[in-house]
C-alpha cells in the first residue's frame, strides 16, 4: 500500500469515511465498522521495516489487554495487503497539543487539574498491569467533550509500550524511545527505566499545559537532550507568576534528573498538582532518597490489634484508588462520626482517590461499594481519626477498612506520598511466624505475618515502583499463619 486511503476504500473489512491524522507509527483513519452501527478508529503502518512492524504488532498485544475507562480501548487486529493494522475505539475529540495550542483559554488551570488526574489513572493502571508507556506526552492524550458532563481523557498510542521485564532487555541494547521533549533523563542515557520515566513524561506535559511552553525548549534535538540531563527543572511561576509557588515544587519534583526523587506514581503527581493548585500543597520531597525502614502502617496496625484487645471499636486502614468511608454494622458510631467528617458525594474519593487504582481487585473503587471479602473503607489520617476525603494530603495517604472476621477484621494501606518507598519489618512484640519474598504477575515484593496480642498480623510491601510507596497491614483470626493461609493465596495483590 502506498500513500493515504482514499474515503470510501475498504480495508480490512472497515469502510474508509477520513484521515484523522499521521504520525512515525501509522496513519489514523475514521472508519465504519462493518457490522455494528458504530465508527472505529483504524491505525494502519506507515513504515515498512521489520523493527516497526515489531513495535506495532506489540503495540496492539499490549493495549488489548489494558482494560480501562482512560486507556484507548484495542478491539482488533490484523494484516491486509501485507499491512498491519489495529481497530480501536473512535475517541470524537481533539488531543491535548492541540487544546494547548488554542491558548490558556482553553485551558483553566481546573481543566489541568483535571485532565492530570484522568491521565495517571489511565498511566498507573498500564503500571499494575507491568505495562509502561515510556511516551506519555500532550499528543498522546485524546479529550472528548460531552455536553453537560466532564471531558472524557484518554490516553493512546502505547506504540513504544514495553512491559516491565522487556525494558531491561531494551535499556541493555542503548536503545532510545519517545518524544524527546518529554523523555527522562534515564531514557536519553540508556539506563534502566521504570514507571517514574512516564511521571517524569506527565511532569513535561503539566508545565505546558499549564504555561503553553515545552519545559526545555531549545533550538537542537541536542541541546534537548542536555538539558533533559543537566538543565534544573523550569518554574511555572517564571511564565505564571499569579499561580500558587507550590506548583513550582510539584513540578521540580516530578522532574528530577533521580528517577528515586520522584513521586512514585502519576497518581501521586496528579494529587499534589490539585493540592498545589486548588488547596494547599503537600509537605516537600526528602532530599535523601530511602526506603522507610518501618511501615507507618504496622504501627497502626498494632494500635489497631490493642484496640481490639481493649475492646475498643476502631476502624481499620485499607488502601483503594477511591476507598469508601463506610463502617461495618456492628460500629455504627464511628460510621455516624465519618458521614458526620466527609462531605464528598458517596462515590468519590477526592484527593485520596490515586490509591485505589493501584489494588482495584482488593479495595472499593467507589466510597458506597464494597472491597475484596466486603472490607468498607474510610479516609483518616496519622491518629486514625476519620476525615474528608476532600482534605489536601500530606505526606501519606491513610485508608481504613473493616472486614467480616472471616478472615479480615481490619485492613489497613498506607501510601507514601514524599520519598520512595516501603520496607516492612516485624514489630517489636510481634512473634514472627514466616517472612518471605513474594512475587506474583502483578510484581513482588516482601511479606511478613506473625501474632501480636492474639492477634494475626499479615504485613506487605510491594517492589514495582507504582506501587513500592505503598504498605499493607491485615489483621485477622488468632494467628498469623492462619491469616496467611486463608487470606493471601486468593488475595488481589
Not at 489494558?66 to 495487503?81: F, K, M, Q, S, T
Not at 458532563?149 to 516491565?164: K, Y
Not at 492474639?454 to 513500592?468: E, Q, V, Y
Request: charged content about 20%; glycine content about 10%.
Amino acid at each position: 500500500m502506498t500513500g493515504a486511503l482514499e474515503p470510501g476504500t475498504m480495508f480490512a473489512g472497515y469502510r474508509i469515511e477520513s484521515t484523522l491524522g499521521s504520525g512515525s507509527s501509522g496513519t489514523v483513519y475514521l472508519v465504519r465498522h462493518p457490522r455494528l452501527p458504530r465508527q472505529d478508529a483504524l491505525k494502519v503502518l506507515s513504515a515498512s521495516d521489520a523493527n516497526s512492524r515489531a513495535r506495532f504488532v506489540r503495540e496492539a498485544e499490549t493495549v488489548a489487554r489494558l482494560d480501562h475507562p482512560n486507556i484507548v480501548a484495542v478491539h482488533d487486529r490484523g494484516i491486509e495487503r501485507g499491512w498491519p493494522w489495529i481497530a480501536m475505539r473512535f475517541v470524537d475529540g481533539i488531543d491535548a497539543a492541540e487544546l494547548i495550542r488554542r491558548g490558556s483559554s482553553a485551558l483553566s488551570v481546573e481543566r489541568v487539574v483535571y485532565i492530570v488526574d484522568q491521565v495517571a489513572r489511565g498511566v498507573d493502571a498500564a503500571h499494575t498491569a507491568g505495562v509502561l508507556h515510556r511516551d506519555v506526552n500532550p499528543a498522546n492524550i485524546l479529550i472528548e467533550a460531552l455536553p453537560g458532563e466532564p471531558d472524557r481523557v484518554f490516553v493512546t498510542d502505547f506504540g513504544i509500550a514495553r512491559t516491565a521485564d522487556r525494558t531491561a532487555a531494551d535499556t541493555a541494547t542503548g536503545a532510545v524511545l519517545g518524544t524527546v521533549a518529554y523523555a527522562a533523563p534515564e531514557q536519553l542515557t540508556g539506563d534502566a527505566i521504570d514507571g517514574r520515566a512516564d511521571v517524569y513524561g506527565l511532569g513535561c506535559t503539566l508545565y505546558e499545559l499549564l504555561t503553553g511552553t515545552k519545559p526545555f525548549p531549545r533550538s537542537s534535538v541536542a541541546a534537548v537532550m542536555h538539558a533533559h540531563l543537566v538543565d534544573p527543572p523550569p518554574r511555572v511561576t517564571a511564565v505564571l507568576p499569579a499561580l500558587p509557588p507550590q506548583i513550582d515544587a510539584v513540578i521540580a519534583r516530578a522532574l528530577s534528573k533521580d528517577p528515586r526523587q520522584r513521586f512514585p506514581t502519576c497518581g501521586a503527581l496528579a494529587a499534589a498538582t490539585e493540592a498545589a493548585l486548588l488547596g494547599s500543597a503537600p509537605e516537600p520531597a526528602s532530599s535523601q532518597a530511602h526506603r522507610r525502614s518501618r511501615l507507618p502502617v504496622v504501627l497502626a496496625g498494632v494500635a489497631l490489634v490493642a484496640g481490639l484487645v481493649a475492646g475498643a471499636a476502631m476502624i481499620v486502614l485499607g488502601q483503594a484508588d477511591d476507598p469508601a468511608p463506610t463502617a461495618a454494622a456492628s460500629t455504627t458510631d464511628v460510621a455516624a462520626t465519618t458521614t458526620a467528617t466527609s462531605s464528598a458525594a458517596p462515590t468519590s474519593w477526592g484527593s485520596h482517590r490515586f490509591a485505589i487504582g493501584l489494588f482495584p481487585g482488593l479495595l472499593p473503587q467507589t466510597q458506597d461499594a464494597e472491597g475484596y471479602r466486603g472490607i468498607r473503607c474510610s479516609a483518616v489520617d496519622s491518629e486514625l481519626e476519620p476525615i474528608s476525603v476532600d482534605e489536601p494530603v500530606g505526606a501519606d495517604i491513610w485508608l481504613t477498612c473493616l472486614g467480616d472476621g472471616n478472615p479480615v477484621e481490619r485492613l489497613t494501606v498506607n501510601c507514601l506520598m514524599v520519598g520512595v518507598g516501603y520496607d516492612v519489618e516485624p514489630f517489636t512484640d510481634m512473634t514472627v511466624e514466616g517472612d518471605e519474598t513474594w512475587q506474583r504477575p502483578s510484581g513482588s515484593g516482601r511479606m511478613i505475618w506473625g501474632t501480636i496480642n492474639n492477634k494475626g498480623l499479615l504485613l506487605i510491601d510491594f517492589d514495582r515502583p507504582s506501587r513500592s510507596a505503598c504498605g499493607i497491614g491485615v489483621v485477622g483470626l488468632d494467628s498469623g499463619r492462619a491469616l496467611y493461609e486463608q487470606w493471601w493465596p486468593d488475595a488481589p495483590l
